[in-house]
């Protein structure tokens, strides 16, 4: 117990004090996360929202299919990326194999279909009439499609915010495609899963305590606007 | 003009056939009062005339023949408003939802006159502020109908605008029903209430077994002010 203690003293110390190396890592984890989420976000709505208002042939193997994705293992999506991009796969001519880029890749295919599945259960759960509305008062298919994701943006916020907090906390794909190189691809998760192996668990706090901060700033966040939503007016 | 006409329209759920060859055409000032039981197939019609609803046999015409579904879809949605049973309103307030029909208007320096023209036409100059989800059902009716008539249709089709509505309310939304009659818009209403449409329709038919037929005709049809064509049954 005594341990612990001693362990997050030191842990509140690093981060207080501004320790470069921590900082550092807590920056690519940021950067390679919100970059993986920014280039998913919009194709995911799209799909999401064609799956739910669009018929055709297919879409409930498609929906299937992105609900089964949801439940793949991190470390799953990590081998999957690491066969396409190691020497002798088919992107192996492009070198990003333990790169930023590489875990960029991974995080996007991890967060797009649970952003799909969120995303289409949103739509599904929005009333059909607002879609209706905007399209008899003269709206364009794309203003309608902006209407009713406005209509439902707490639904898609949630669902971006679990994106982001599924990408940022997994170790799996991070580690088999950055490599956990000091100072380029060590990240969050990856840091920690290191430090703790070395039996150095002040910095392993530290990061967790970022992760924990960053979690309830978002939910927070979240909340503060669902009420804001509700009590205007 | 005229600005809505359709033949031998056939509309399908599965096993249940709710449309089987029923013709309609609408004028432009007239009103036509669509009666049938629960299920008959009226809002199903309705939503065809907006072109909300795709019919697997049939066809539009506009003016300009016959036409393939997917301009007569966007034909039918340029010149026409749907009303749902319970209008919808989005997420913010009267005054951003009356907003909300002026958006593809490039005239930005009337939108502000004309919503308050709306606001006022309407009776919602009070609550133009209040947040629309929180109205109740008749002030959202005024509200959709307000932000239907600054879209400058043609034609309304409204789905049983009077109901759940109290008896105050019902007459609002009828007094706002005649002046839009009276500016020369075609109403098509599909309700089951037929005592408070029968000084403003000019015509009333039955939807049953899928088909339209006329009913009696109410005196206003008789002065010709309106011409609604009854309606022809096609051969199926």
Known sequence: ?233 | MQPLSLHDIHKTFGARRVLQGATLELNTGTCCLLTGANGAGKSTLLRICAGLEKPEAGYVDLGAGRIRWKRARRDLQRQSVYLHQQPYMFDSSVRQNLAYALHRHTDKATHQTRIDMALDWAGLTPIAHTWAKQLSGGERQRVALARAWLRSPNIMLLDEPTNNLDEEAKQRTLALLMSLKAQGIGLLIASHENNYFHRLADETLELANGQLTPRTATPHSIGNIVKLTSIRQATL
């Open chain 1, 1 to 233: 117990m005594e341990h612990l203690f001693s362990a997050t003293q030191t842990a509140l110390g690093l981060l207080v004090s501004g320790n470069a190396e921590l900082w550092a890592i807590i920056g690519i984890s940021f950067r390679v996360s919100t970059t993986a989420i920014l280039i998913a976000v919009l194709p995911a709505v799209l799909t999401a929202f064609v799956l739910s208002y669009a018929r055709f042939t297919g879409r409930r193997l498609l929906i299937s299919l992105f609900n089964t994705l949801l439940s793949i293992p991190a470390v799953v999506i990590g081998l999957s990326c690491y066969v396409l991009l190691s020497r002798q796969g088919p992107l192996g001519d492009l070198h990003l194999l333990f790169t930023q880029t590489a875990m960029v890749i991974g995080q996007v295919a991890l967060c797009f279909p649970m952003l799909v599945a969120m995303g289409h259960s949103t739509f599904q759960a929005a009333d059909k009439r607002a879609w209706e509305t905007a399209r008899t008062l003269g709206a364009s298919p794309l203003y309608a499609l902006l209407t009713v994701m406005h209509e439902v943006r707490f639904g898609l916020i949630a669902a971006l915010l679990a994106g982001f907090g599924r990408i940022i906390a997994e170790v799996g794909a991070s580690m088999m495609l950055g490599g956990n190189i000091l100072h380029y691809t060590r990240n969050i998760p990856t840091a920690i899963a290191l430090e703790t192996s070395k039996g150095e668990f002040a910095q392993g706090i530290a990061l967790g305590m970022v992760l924990l901060v960053m979690a309830f700033v978002l939910n927070s966040s979240l909340h503060y606007f669902q009420g804001k939503g509700q009590i205007v007016g």
